[in-house]
């Protein structure tokens, strides 16, 4: 592949980076001192002791003991170790010394966010999980959701495409709705945003956390059912101006393409396949022959040297009582398709200030401008174009079809041409069968790309009232104005023979108003909290869409210069929702033991009717600090051991604003006898019939889980185990066509969901001057349809007919269709055996599931499993000196996908692989599993030909970079300088079985954008691998 050898020098070039030896300094000593470091409970080994200002140092032995050369009595010792404040203790001409460790309370009682405030980590008693935000700002992507995959166990990123710009799929504890939308809650400073995490730049991330279960979530009731991402951006502190610069620019190339066989080598096969069959080539395929171009569609529609760059300057600091953090970031991201691009701006301010005594303001503004240029046609328009079709037309193409030399080379050019045989007799042929436009000339004859105006700013004023007891009031706004334009020329056009432009605007605006009141307190071995609010959020969307037609010329794309307008396609739409709720919280902690919490939140919404506005979400959970009991005491290796288990229900209510009343729309009515006159007036819409009696889809969810930590924390691991069930499941179900109306949205069963978690984090190895940690996560998630309204089972149909089946009692969704067992391998195999109509010798054998001995509806099954049984990833962090390597190794396992892209590249006959495998005869049978060429050969029958295996692993992301010494920079006005080289997805491995070259791209638009739509390939971008190059400057 060129795209690949291109690319080679870069990959052995950044492999060879990371092999660079490293160059150690050694300094003279001149005295020696041996000491001994203890804690509570004796020695301990591994302490790092180093002199301070130098490199020279050591660790201890396994008594706690060591000996040290140090340059002078005047030397100062530094004494560190994981889990203790570090030390600086002076020799003072002191032969031996006797360290204590102080335990470092910032490590024992960090802190995290949960919903409406913070609480120390061993005190949580719900699932909650924190990402390590520091080893992910090298990494070169322009979504911050794409950081989140393999880190959490539980958290499943599908990066349905490699379109630029484009956010990948999160799903948290699996599938929890059949329709209902299960992407989890975003908060962004304590402000939901609707949008996710498109605007925000990981450099201006302090810590992310994920609340998994219904516990930790349930504050945030009616929308934290698939789970609640808490986000929180850096502030300044007080101290003089802080300056970042960072930078970095890399390559992208794909991974892999499809094996497509070029002209020669397809005429070959055809004739080879026609002269084992003693008949002749026919005369499609012996049209091909005439033509002598390979035409490498895929490398056509794929941009030679795609780019990725990113700029981020920040300023820090402030004064006692005023602090500031202020950022600006650009991002351009060039996709790996042609006329494929994304470009960021956003700018980020915090500003925290302390008006009085017992007043504190927090101001928040973070506006944003993106556009996205996205491709007028999939890449599977490239891939499945003929490789003997040019792109434009040759000398030889123009003398078969008529056409100009030069013009744009259209699959119908090529529609019933005559031509001559060597033996003079002429024929005619249609060797493209299709009228499929080029798809090079829609990428250059149309233009299409969105452009996003995104405002979000939030303040809060704290108040402590009394002592331990705090009022907080926060207000703030989310906007965002998009603006669609699309632009198809008259070359694109030429069956409707009009150019075609499309305006579409939409306004999204959030208010949002939260008012809480929290008291903390402590007497005795009591430590308890407590939290009481209120908030009210309204949300307003309009948008236009306008279509217009006979542009005169394609250099003014705007609307004014259309002739006509579409008015079939030319609309306004307007809604407003709004929701009010009160919320409450206790926590209490007993003896730093005994742990507790409880929560309830109510929720009215304006999406339903009333009397069904309400949902309640309560919460209760319970932990146990087993090792702060006095019968582990003793146990010097155990840091902490706690037990917890939780319950909590949680909502989900994203359904349209429209779901429980009927819409009208304009309709003309006769008046009078005869042909009378049309009176202009309303009539009910017949797409969805509005249901009043729609309600909140609930999910109850119990949590378990141990945390477990040893050896000074350098060991730590959770396991935890979770069961739900969520009911009232929101469903648009059909209705039969008499009634009028297509569907409508009804309440309809329950699904059950349950899974295992390990996260398990490990500090390998710590000197003085190397240290190796690891990071490793694991889940499996298991679901089940329970009920479904009465009914059975519910099939729904994907490209093909009816190829999704949810049924009770089952997975809530698996792939339907027909089993095989390989081809007919000749006319006798296929007279004894059942089969369809249509087959012959060379098709695919079609399984008679019932053994009624005939092939029909009644045999199709359940073939493939669209869910992973298990995702994971490993990460390991190495440092040395001021060299510093990442890498992360990520994985899923188990799950079956329907390559799409196979059919199409096989059915046309134009992948390699396929010649080679293919059934041709009864004396050539191929494979023995891979059909004949013929019509019959792969039919689209909905079968488990292309049901292949999913599983992949990938080397993920990998950063090596060496920081300079801050002891040479400070000289030079510098606080920190740090040089790195990234990668992505460099290496990919996954099973024989699948065909295809991105085994993580779906379909996730149009009618496959429904949950019971899952697994499905077609047209999908290939992986893209990228080398990335920076720098990160602070003074």
């Known amino acids: 592949?060129?795209?690949?050898?291109?690319?080679?020098?870069?990959?052995?070039?950044?492999?060879?980076?990371?092999?660079?030896?490293?160059?150690?300094?050694?300094?003279?000593?001149?005295?020696?001192?041996?000491?001994?470091?203890?804690?509570?409970?004796?020695?301990?080994p591994g302490v790092n002791v180093k002199v301070k200002g130098s490199t020279t140092g050591t660790i201890t032995d396994i008594d706690g003991k060591f000996t040290l050369n140090v340059p002078s009595s005047k030397s100062i010792l530094v004494i560190s170790y994981i889990g203790y404040t570090t030390q600086e203790v002076p020799v003072n001409n002191q032969k031996t010394l006797n360290i204590k460790l102080k335990e470092?309370?910032?490590?024992?009682?960090?802190?995290?966010?949960?919903?409406?405030?913070?609480?120390?980590?061993?005190?949580?008693?719900?699932?909650?999980?924190?990402?390590?935000?520091?080893?992910?700002?090298?990494?070169?992507?322009?979504?911050?959701?794409?950081?989140?995959?393999?880190?959490?166990?539980?958290?499943?990123?599908?990066?349905?495409?490699?379109?630029?710009?484009?956010?990948?799929?999160?799903?948290?504890?699996?599938?929890?709705?059949?329709?209902?939308?299960?992407?989890?809650?975003?908060?962004?400073?304590?402000?939901p945003v609707p949008e996710g995490l498109s605007t925000l730049d990981m450099a201006d991330i302090a810590s992310i956390e994920v609340l998994k279960d219904a516990a930790s979530a349930a504050i945030y009731g009616s929308r934290a059912a698939n789970g609640v991402i808490l986000?929180?951006?850096?502030?300044?502190?007080?101290?003089?101006?802080?300056?970042?610069?960072?930078?970095?620019?890399g390559l992208k190339w794909a991974y892999k393409l499809h094996p497509i066989m070029s002209s020669k080598d397809y005429y070959n096969m055809m004739g080879y396949e026609a002269a084992l069959q003693n008949k002749s080539i026919a005369a499609n395929d012996e049209a091909f022959g005439l033509i002598d171009n390979y035409t490498d569609w895929q490398r056509e529609g794929l941009q030679d040297t795609p780019q990725i760059h990113q700029v981020q300057l920040s300023v820090s600091g402030g004064k006692k009582g005023l602090t500031y953090y202020i950022s600006g970031n650009y991002a351009q991201e060039d996709g790996i398709m042609i006329n494929s691009n994304y470009k960021r701006l956003n700018l980020r301010s915090r500003i925290n200030a302390k008006l009085s005594k017992r007043v504190d303001l927090s101001l928040n503004i973070a506006p944003s401008y993106t556009k996205t240029?996205?491709?007028?046609?999939?890449?599977?328009?490239?891939?499945?174009?003929?490789?003997?079709?040019?792109?434009?037309?040759?000398?030889?193409?123009?003398?078969?079809?008529?056409?100009?030399?030069?013009?744009?080379?259209?699959?119908s050019d090529f529609s019933n041409i005559i031509y001559t045989r060597e033996d003079g007799t002429q024929v005619k042929a249609s060797p493209f069968n299709t009228s499929n436009n080029n798809p090079k000339s829609l990428m250059d004859t149309e233009e299409r790309f969105k452009e996003d105006y995104n405002l979000q700013a939030n303040s809060s004023i704290n108040v402590q009232i009394m002592e331990g007891l705090t009022f907080t009031t926060s207000n703030g706004f989310y906007i965002k104005y998009r603006q669609n334009n699309e632009y198809r020329n008259y070359e694109s056009r030429k069956d409707e023979e009009s150019a075609m432009g499309t305006y579409k605007n939409r306004l999204y605006v959030d208010l949002l108003s939260e008012n809480t009141l929290n008291y903390t307190g402590k007497k005795g071995k009591h430590?308890?909290?407590?939290?009481?609010?209120?908030?009210?959020?309204?949300?307003?969307?309009?948008?236009?869409?306008?279509?217009?037609?006979?542009?005169?010329?394609?250099?003014?794309?705007?609307?004014?210069?259309a002739t006509s307008f579409d008015v079939s396609q030319t609309n306004t739409v307007k809604f407003r929702t709004a929701m009010m709720s009160a919320l409450a919280r206790i926590n209490y902690s007993y003896a730093d033991k005994y742990l507790f919490s409880a929560s309830l939140r109510t929720d009215g919404s304006s999406l339903f009717a009333d009397g069904h506005q309400w949902g309640w979400f309560p919460s209760v959970s319970l932990g146990w600090r087993v090792s702060e009991e006095s019968f582990l005491k003793g146990i010097s290796w155990l840091n902490m051991l706690k037990l917890r288990a939780s319950f909590g229900v949680t909502g989900n209510n994203n359904i349209p604003a429209n779901s429980y009343y009927n819409l009208l729309y304009a309709s003309n009515y006769p008046l009078g006898s005869g042909t009378g006159a049309l009176i202009p007036g309303l009539n009910k819409a017949t797409s969805t019939k509005g249901n009043y009696n729609i309600t909140w889809e609930q999910t109850y969810e119990y949590n378990a889980g141990i945390d477990f930590s040893a050896l000074n924390n350098r060991i730590n691991l959770t396991l935890e185990g979770y069961y739900s069930i969520t009911k009232q499941l929101l469903f648009k179900q059909p209705v039969v066509s008499f009634m009028g109306y297509s569907d409508y949205w009804n309440n309809i069963g329950r699904i059950r969901n349950s899974g295992i978690e390990i996260e398990l984090n490990t500090h390998n190895i710590r000197t003085k001057d190397f240290e190796w940690t690891t990071?490793?996560?694991?889940?499996?998630?298991?679901?089940?349809?329970?009920?479904?309204?009465?009914?059975?089972?519910?099939?729904?149909?994907?490209?093909?007919?009816?190829?999704?089946?949810?049924?009770?009692?089952?997975r809530a969704i698996s792939f339907f269709g027909y089993k095989t067992d390989g081809v007919y391998l000749n006319q006798a195999d296929l007279d004894s055996s059942p089969h369809l109509a249509s087959a012959t010798p060379g098709s695919l054998k079609i399984v008679d599931v019932n053994d009624d001995g005939v092939i029909n509806d009644k045999d199709r099954t359940v073939i493939g499993n669209p869910f992973p049984k298990a995702t994971w990833g490993i990460s390991n962090t190495f440092r040395w000196k001021g060299f510093d390597l990442y890498f992360l190794i990520q994985g899923v396992s188990g799950l079956d996908v329907f390559n799409g892209d196979g059919y199409y590249?096989?059915?046309?006959?134009?992948?390699?692989?396929?010649?080679?495998?293919?059934?041709?005869?009864?004396?050539?049978?191929?494979?023995g599993r891979t059909p004949t060429v013929g019509s019959a050969g792969i039919s689209w029958e909905f079968t488990d030909y292309m049901i292949e295996n999913g599983s992949f692993v990938a080397l993920r992301d990998v950063v090596l970079g060496y920081t300079f010494d801050k002891k040479k920079l400070k000289k030079a006005g510098l606080n920190s300088l740090r040089l790195y080289a990234s990668g992505q997805n460099l290496l990919y491995?996954?099973?024989?079985?699948?065909?295809?070259?991105n085994p993580e791209a779906r379909v996730t638009s149009g009618s496959y954008a429904s949950p019971l739509v899952n697994g499905y390939q077609r047209g999908g971008f290939p992986i893209q691998s990228t080398v990335n190059f920076g720098f990160e400057l602070n003074f």
């Open 1 to 44: 592949m060129r795209n690949k050898s291109f690319h080679y020098p870069l990959i052995i070039a950044f492999l060879l980076l990371l092999c660079t030896p490293f160059v150690a300094v050694v300094y003279a000593q001149s005295l020696t001192v041996t000491g001994t470091v203890t804690d509570s409970q004796g020695g301990v």
């Open 104 to 191: 470092d309370t910032k490590v024992l009682d960090e802190v995290v966010v949960v919903g409406y405030g913070v609480q120390k980590k061993s005190h949580l008693t719900g699932s909650v999980s924190k990402m390590d935000v520091n080893s992910l700002t090298d990494i070169p992507v322009t979504q911050v959701d794409q950081l989140l995959q393999g880190k959490i166990a539980g958290v499943n990123i599908q990066n349905s495409t490699s379109e630029a710009g484009a956010a990948p799929q999160i799903r948290v504890r699996g599938m929890g709705s059949i329709s209902a939308d299960s992407s989890p809650l975003i908060v962004i400073d304590g402000y």
């Open 231 to 249: 986000v929180t951006t850096k502030e300044g502190s007080a101290s003089k101006a802080k300056y970042s610069v960072k930078a970095s620019t």
């Open 373 to 411: 240029e996205t491709p007028s046609t999939n890449f599977i328009d490239f891939y499945r174009t003929p490789s003997f079709m040019p792109v434009r037309h040759t000398a030889e193409t123009a003398a078969l079809t008529g056409k100009a030399i030069g013009s744009w080379a259209r699959g």
């Open 527 to 561: 430590d308890y909290a407590a939290l009481l609010g209120y908030t009210a959020q309204t949300t307003s969307e309009t948008t236009a869409n306008i279509v217009g037609l006979g542009f005169p010329t394609d250099y003014v794309h705007t609307l004014n210069a």
């Open 775 to 810: 990071s490793f996560n694991i889940s499996s998630n298991f679901n089940k349809l329970l009920e479904l309204s009465g009914e059975e089972r519910l099939i729904s149909t994907g490209e093909r007919n009816e190829t999704y089946l949810a049924q009770v009692g089952h």
């Open 905 to 927: 590249t096989e059915s046309k006959k134009f992948n390699r692989n396929y010649a080679k495998d293919r059934w041709i005869s009864a004396e050539y049978p191929g494979d």
């Open 989 to 997: 491995f996954w099973g024989k079985s699948y065909r295809g070259i």
